[in-house]
């Protein structure tokens, strides 16, 4: 308990205590304080366990980058795991409870794995696991998910509101520090239209901790300045709270806004995150640059923390680190923390610099070691001692704080993200962004740029020229004086230290040490991106904002080239996690995709549908009446009526796309495998649509309306995907065609007429004779209505195997015109059907769905082979459908399967098997592909499509569910169970 809280100074507010809770341990913060600021106050450093070893870990930055502090915090649907306590504002009432840990942080009977370390080196889950191979499944698979993850989600649905907005400027400012805040006021004082964004809490970024003064003003109140300025402009949009995580085209970044993530009980009526996507002319990155750790055995140990994150934290939040501090530091930043502890009257132990020269300026009291390093740190759950090596000789303090400071690498993640590589500075021994960036420029020390005063500077002079640019009158503004800044050269490099024998950890959250990096290259595995996936190197929570760097830095010694040589990995959004309730906005629930209702949806409602969603679209699925006991009993009447009366059922969601111009025709016989080019005008046809690789894509019905205008029909499914399809093929595939396509489905109301009786009643509203010779089986005509008040199209197809017509009228009127035909068919029992009647009768008469047009199938799959043309010269799939594999004799083919006692039944998914064939991958010999209780039949009747399935007709054979253990005893069949000659259609 060496942390602890200075009895004055700071930006915290004392007289607003809060109250929290951390592991159920009752302690106490103020406003202002972070939770990790808060819980060091409260003398608790060790706050979480490492994934892989169970390792004690502290608080090791003041940032985003934080590794080891990741606490779960909130109950119920509020529950968030691996908050960063660094990030994380404190609120009354807070929370906070550890992770990765059991049964408790202090005692984690996971610590044991660090006794297999030797077993558990970079790459063992690749050697391991192996035998015996029953124990894959059995236990190591269980075992390693157990372990996987660090915090665990909540099941519980999130309460909160979450929105979305877009957002257009001139100048997006990237960070609110000394360089952002200079850019910003530069810019908005000409004029333009700025954004500012800042993951922090307050403007000001490094200024909040710094004890330097500007023109005569402290940092933080130079700070309060100019964001109120800022927010007092009307061109100026100041969001704090806010990080940036992505770069896209067009000059799009993305950034999440945390709206009320710090309070308690959050507003029903305000979101608690907002994600913006902001269209700028402009950018400028001043992000900063993060401190790097060093690489020393022990340096994960509680207490061991980055020299900025340490002075933040005093200057701050004025909380002290220990007792006795070390710095261990390779640049001149060590000595800013070190004035500033003296400062405040905290002792330091020692200063070790492995430079000859460091900290010449440096006036202080503490013992200064020069030509040192720090080889290794002691302690368990709370650091104790160092060893500092020098020359030949180590010695050892008795410390409980130790700084660290290994230089800088700018925060560049947004730069790259549109494919550009960082570029390795020998100089400044960091990566900086790529040289050339439309759009977007780095500045301060995202750049590279070290001292307050030059990045006031060049932020001032960036804002100033890109408003210029725009068109705006600006010229970069003189802030004054800097008194007490202290620019840090760039840091000597020090990748790996020589005498260590602890572990020297590179990634500290995925346990990855500096000898994994060494194995990685000795195995072969030494390319940075190779590395990463070998060792874990940068996978964690963090992507390895602290450890890249270094890891780059030691493989770049194993291998003897240089950083540069071996190059950085793959930077991609999200610089940050972003939650999934911040990606989906309001899109949830009700509200998670646009529903889509029929123009018939009131004619069904009113008639007792009962609704499903398919896909957007809400479809009727049954109509029940009183007196029925469920579902099944309602289908089967439905089903009953159309084969014995007549049915209304709605199939507007149908894609309808109408296809016109001089080459409709042409169009479509090359789009479709059977012919349309000679299909005459006022008739229909089914067509069959493949792939390029000659699998079927889409089946329906196109008819010729006029000589030159086509109207298609598609499944509800695939309407979408067709259309974008006919699209590619018009643009791209053959532009020299003269023909335009239109989606028309939401123009249309569209309505099945079916069953025995369905001409007598649709000729009550219908003008035109509907005689069998007057309008026979595939006639597709415009018809007049009620006497000529409304005109429709009306297609004579079936997809139930009955006599049936489906009418299109005007959306406006679809209402009106079921209405009337359920009103002239009373007399005749019409009856609305829905979906699962429709789908018993299209399986009665063997018509395939998606469930059948898998995307796996050929047309002689389904038995359609005669449909394809011999004769076209060309059509999509044409050359591939010829392959070897697409005519073998085995494959897959379409039949029809029934029980063979008709009160067993089987279901769709269920595999066929061979009659007293084991259930093994071996014997599978194909699957139930549809399924449904045919009341025509008296028994379950199925779609399958097995291996030689066409030549089997009258096999039996047995039906396996593996997952509800069912045995069904079948037998193979043609896929036609009604009116297979086809003369209910022609009637």
Not at 340 to 347: M, R, S, V
Request: charged fraction near 20%; glycine fraction near 12%; charge should be neutral.
């Amino acid at each position: 308990m060496s942390s602890h809280r200075l009895p004055q100074g700071g930006l915290i507010d004392r007289s607003k205590p809060l109250a929290f809770t951390f592991d159920g341990k009752p302690m106490q913060g103020f406003q202002g304080d972070s939770l990790a600021s808060a819980l060091l106050a409260n003398g608790r450093r060790l706050v979480g366990r490492s994934f892989k070893y169970h390792r004690p870990r502290g608080i090791l930055t003041a940032g985003a980058a934080e590794p080891n502090a990741l606490v779960t915090i909130g109950s119920g649907g509020r529950t968030e795991p691996n908050t960063r306590a660094t990030m994380q504002e404190l609120y009354a009432g807070l929370a906070a409870r550890s992770q990765n840990r059991w049964p408790s942080l202090d005692f984690d009977i996971g610590a044991l794995n660090g006794l297999l370390s030797p077993f558990l080196g970079a790459g063992f889950y690749y050697k391991t696991f192996m035998w015996p191979a029953a124990f894959w499944e059995k236990v190591y698979e269980p075992l390693i998910r157990k372990a996987a993850g660090l915090g665990r989600a909540t099941h519980q649905a999130d309460p909160d509101r979450y929105e979305k907005r877009w957002a257009h400027c001139d100048l997006l400012v990237i960070g609110a520090g000394p360089t952002g805040l200079a850019a910003a006021l530069s810019a908005a004082r000409a004029g333009a239209r700025v954004i500012v964004a800042d993951e922090q809490a307050m403007a000001g970024g490094a200024l909040l901790s710094e004890t330097a003064t500007i023109a005569g003003r402290t940092a933080p109140a130079f700070a309060r300045d100019c964001a109120a300025e800022l927010e007092a402009l009307p061109n100026v949009t100041l969001l704090t709270r806010t990080t940036v995580f992505g770069w896209y085209d067009g000059n799009v970044f993305g950034a999440v806004e945390r709206v009320q993530k710090h309070l308690a009980e959050p507003a029903p009526s305000v979101p608690v995150e907002r994600l913006w996507r902001i269209v700028a002319k402009g950018a400028i990155l001043a992000s900063g640059a993060e401190e790097r750790p060093l690489v020393f055995g022990g340096n994960d140990i509680p207490g061991v923390m980055m020299a900025g994150a340490m002075r933040s934290y005093l200057n701050r939040h004025a909380v002290a680190p220990g007792r006795a501090t070390a710095i261990f530091t390779t640049n001149d930043s060590g000595y800013a923390l070190a004035r500033d502890l003296e400062a405040k009257g905290l002792d330091i132990t020692a200063i070790i610099d492995p430079r000859e020269s460091g900290g010449a300026d440096y006036a202080g009291k503490a013992r200064l070691i020069r030509n040192a390093v720090v080889t290794d740190a002691h302690g368990g759950r709370s650091l104790s001692a160092i060893d500092i090596r020098t020359g030949g000789r180590t010695e050892r303090l008795a410390v409980d704080a130790l700084a660290l400071s290994g230089g800088f690498s700018p925060v560049i993640h947004l730069a790259c993200h549109r494919g550009g590589r960082p570029v390795w500075s020998g100089e400044k021994a960091a990566f900086l962004s790529p040289a050339s960036l439309d759009g977007l420029a780095p500045a301060g020390a995202a750049s590279g740029i070290a001292g307050l005063a030059a990045c006031l500077a060049d932020g001032a002079h960036k804002g100033a020229s890109l408003a210029a640019a725009l068109g705006f009158a600006a010229s970069p503004i003189p802030f004054g004086p800097v008194e007490g800044d202290a620019p840090a050269a760039p840091a000597k490099v020090l990748w790996s230290i020589p005498g260590v024998r602890g572990k020297a950890f590179v990634d500290f959250q995925n346990d990855v040490h500096h000898r994994d990096l060494d194995l990685a290259v000795k195995e072969g595995y030494g390319h940075v991106e190779l590395a990463k996936r070998y060792t874990t190197s940068g996978m964690a929570t963090d992507q390895g904002k602290l450890s890249n760097v270094n890891a780059i830095g030691l493989l770049a010694e194993a291998r003897g080239i240089s950083p540069g040589e071996v190059g950085t990995t793959t930077f991609r959004p999200f610089y940050t996690p972003v939650s999934f309730g911040a990606l989906a906005g309001a899109y949830h629930g009700e509200h998670f995709q646009p529903v889509r209702r029929s123009p018939l949806h009131g004619w069904a409602e009113r008639h007792g549908a009962v609704f499903v969603e398919t896909g957007l679209w809400y479809r009727s699925a049954w109509f029940p009446r009183t007196g029925e006991k469920g579902w099944r009993e309602s289908v089967d009447r439905e089903v009953l009526n159309v084969r014995n009366n007549a049915g209304l059922c709605d199939v507007s969601m149908l894609g309808k796309i109408e296809i016109c111009g001089p080459d409709a025709a042409e169009f479509l016989n090359r789009v479709y495998c059977n012919a349309f080019l000679k299909l005459p005008v006022g008739k229909a046809r089914y067509g069959l649509m493949l792939r390029e690789d000659g699998m079927v894509h889409d089946d329906g019905t196109t008819s010729r309306i006029e000589e030159n205008r086509f109207f298609m029909t598609t499944t509800t499914a695939y309407a979408a995907g067709v259309m974008n399809h006919l699209e590619f093929c018009a643009q791209a595939l053959w532009p020299e065609l003269d023909v335009r396509l239109a989606s028309v489905t939401d123009q249309w109301a569209q309505m099945a007429i079916a069953g025995p009786k369905s001409r007598k009643i649709l000729q009550a509203i219908v003008d035109e004779d509907l005689g069998n010779d007057a309008f026979p089986y595939l006639a597709a005509r415009e018809v007049s209505l009620f006497g000529g008040r409304l005109h429709g199209r009306l297609f004579r197809i079936s997809f139930s195997g009955e006599r049936a017509y489906e009418l299109a009228v005007p959306a406006a009127y679809g209402d009106r015109v079921a209405e009337a035909l359920t009103e002239a068919g009373q007399a005749d029992g019409l009856m609305p059907y829905g979906v699962e009647a429709l789908s018993v009768l299209r399986i009665e008469k063997g018509h395939v769905t998606h469930n059948e047009i898998n995307g796996t199938v050929t047309p002689g799959d389904l038995g359609f082979g005669k449909m394809v043309s011999a004769s076209k010269p060309d059509f999509i799939g044409k050359a591939m459908l010829q392959r070897e594999g697409l005519n073998a004799p085995d494959r897959p083919r379409l039949v029809g399967v029934v029980p063979l006692d008709p009160d067993q039944s089987f279901r769709s998914g269920a595999h066929i098997l061979a009659k007293g064939a084991a259930p093994t991958l071996e014997n599978d010999q194909g699957y139930v592909t549809s399924s449904a209780f045919s009341p025509h039949i008296g028994s379950t009747i199925g779609l399958a499509l097995v291996r030689h399935g066409d030549e089997r007709h009258g096999e039996e054979v047995t039906v396996w569910n593996g997952l509800r253990g069912e045995f069904t005893a079948a037998r193979l069949c043609v896929p036609v169970f009604f009116d297979p000659a086809n003369e209910k259609l022609h009637a």
